[in-house]
T-cell receptor, first 115, second 114 residues
């Protein structure tokens, strides 16, 4: 049973480019969460999605950031016109569709570096 | 908003000894979940242990145990018989009833001395 998959593991972009981060939740999970970890800090919540719906985006920056979780395929976190301050590790987590949603299972993260 | 505080940025322990990592949190909710996650140099977040607030009994997973003091809003992690592979960042996390998001502390970096 594969865990949460994220790709790419490392992503390098130049300022002004777009970054697309992908997350495939664990099998049977339809809740996806995105977190950002800046250097020397803990993880900070960005957005919570279920299939085709954004449930809570209270942690998302108002501009340049968007997320989706389509009916088919992985969840995508998209950052447009990246700036150096976007350099961070981005983690995706998932939880089951039914039953316990208290525990979130994390992927290995994508480390974004903006040059 | 819920906050999670880890007041020990760094800790060290001798191999085979016991170490306790501290965590306090602030919430107005009566039911919630608490977690400790381990983040080794690979940066993968690994669940170490979880505690349900309505359970008075402290959770235990092999060499890992917690001291959950609900009234004091304290949730410390004890690692017994420390091993070199325990060296990592440890994050305390809170998840409320809505379950929308985890609130993480800033982490404690644990070094295990051979």
């Amino acid at each position: 049973n594969a865990g949460v998959m994220q790709n790419p593991r490392h992503l390098v972009r130049r300022r002004g480019q777009e970054a697309r981060l992908r997350c495939s939740p664990m099998k049977g999970h339809s809740h996806v969460y995105w977190y950002r970890q800046l250097p020397e800090e803990g993880l900070k919540f960005m957005v919570y999605l279920q299939k085709e719906n954004i449930i809570d985006e209270s942690g998302m920056p108002k501009e340049r950031f968007s997320a989706e979780f389509p009916k088919e395929g992985p969840s995508i976190l998209r950052i447009q016109q990246v700036v150096r301050g976007d350099s961070a590790a981005y983690f995706c987590a998932s939880s089951p569709a039914r039953g316990r949603t208290d525990t979130q299972y994390f992927g290995p993260g994508t480390r974004l570096t903006v040059l | 908003a819920q906050t999670v505080t880890q007041s020990q940025p760094e800790m060290s322990v001798q191999e085979a000894e016991t170490v306790t990592l501290s965590c306090t949190y602030d919430t107005s909710e009566s039911d919630y979940y608490l977690f400790w996650y381990k983040q080794p140099p690979s940066r993968q977040m690994i669940l170490v242990i979880r505690q349900e607030a309505y359970k008075q009994q402290n959770a235990t997973e092999n060499r890992f145990s917690v001291n959950f003091q609900k009234a004091a809003k304290s949730f410390s992690l004890k690692i017994s018989d420390s091993q070199l592979g325990d060296a990592a960042m440890y994050f305390c996390a809170y998840n409320g009833l809505r379950g929308n998001q985890f609130y993480f502390g800033t982490g404690t970096s644990l070094t295990v001395i051979p």
